[in-house]
Nanobody, 125 residues
Framework: QVVLVVSGGGVVQAGGSLRLSCAAS????????MGWFRQAPGKEREFVAA????????DYADSVKGRFTFSRDNAKNTVYLQMNSLKPEDTAVYHC??????????????????WGQGTQVTVSS
């Protein structure tokens, strides 16, 4: 069992930055691919970014490429999502997730086994 706790959300003006953290407990995240997803009101949960268990592979949604950066610190059992140049359309509840995928990564919500509770990110125009 992996418990994920997400923090770092808030309200920011367009063009601003936020860093989300996802701290894991129960098991070490070094054995899991990790992902960030978001869900806006009335919309389905969508992929944001993913990283392989060894950090060798990353993938980003086209909408966030060049603006968001996914990092992981296995020693701290924590992953991060640095979000720069935020836009109003980035407003959503952001979730982190863990998946037992070996060395591959996935943008598919259904492939993830454990989910954090989510944090609200609101970007004002």
């Amino acid at each position: 069992q992996v418990v994920l706790v997400v923090s770092g959300g808030g309200v920011v003006q367009a063009g601003g930055s936020l860093r989300l953290s996802c701290a894991a407990s129960g098991r070490t995240i070094s054995g899991y691919a990790m992902g960030w997803f978001r869900q806006a009101p009335g919309k389905e949960r969508e992929f944001v970014a993913a990283m392989s268990l060894d950090g060798a592979r990353t993938d980003y949604a086209d909408s966030v490429k060049g603006r968001f950066t996914f990092s992981r610190d296995n020693a701290k059992n924590t992953v991060y999502l640095q979000m720069n140049s935020l836009k109003p359309e980035d407003t959503a509840v952001y979730h982190c997730a863990a998946a037992r995928l070996g060395t591959i990564i996935s943008s598919n919500v259904g492939r993830y086994d454990y989910w954090g509770q989510g944090t609200q990110v609101t970007v004002s125009s």
